[in-house]
Nanobody, 127 residues
Framework: QVQLVESGGGLAQAGGSLRLSCAAA????????MAWFLQAPGKEREFVAAISWSGGTTTYANSVQGRFTISRNNAANTMYLQMNSLKPADTAVYYCAAKESPYFGAYYYDHSEYNYWGQGTQVTVSS
């Protein structure tokens, strides 16, 4: 079992920044691929960014490419999402997710691939 806890959400103005953290506890964190997803009210859960367990490979949704940066510190059992140039459209609950992976460079887009989830943290961007 891996327990995930997000933090760092809150209220920001358009053009501002927030940094989300996802702290992991339980089984070995370093062999888990990780990702961030968002869910806006009344909408499906959407992919935001993913990172391999080595940290060497990352990928982003087109909507956040160039504005958000995903990273991880395996020694600290923590993953991050640096969110810059925020837009009102980024308003949502953000979830971190983890999946044990045998491949050090692999990442996964589909939320159904992930078997561990955090409780979510609200991000609200005002115009």
């Amino acid at each position: 079992q891996v327990q995930l806890v997000e933090s760092g959400g809150g209220l920001a103005q358009a053009g501002g920044s927030l940094r989300l953290s996802c702290a992991a506890a339980g089984r070995t964190f370093s062999n888990h691929a990780m990702a961030w997803f968002l869910q806006a009210p009344g909408k499906e859960r959407e992919f935001v960014a993913a990172i391999s367990w080595s940290g060497g490979t990352t990928t982003y949704a087109n909507s956040v490419q160039g504005r958000f940066t995903i990273s991880r510190n395996n020694a600290a059992n923590t993953m991050y999402l640096q969110m810059n140039s925020l837009k009102p459209a980024d308003t949502a609950v953000y979830y971190c997710a983890a999946k044990e992976s045998p491949y050090f460079g692999a990442y996964y887009y589909d939320h159904s691939e992930y078997n561990y989830w955090g409780q979510g943290t609200q991000v609200t961007v005002s115009s």
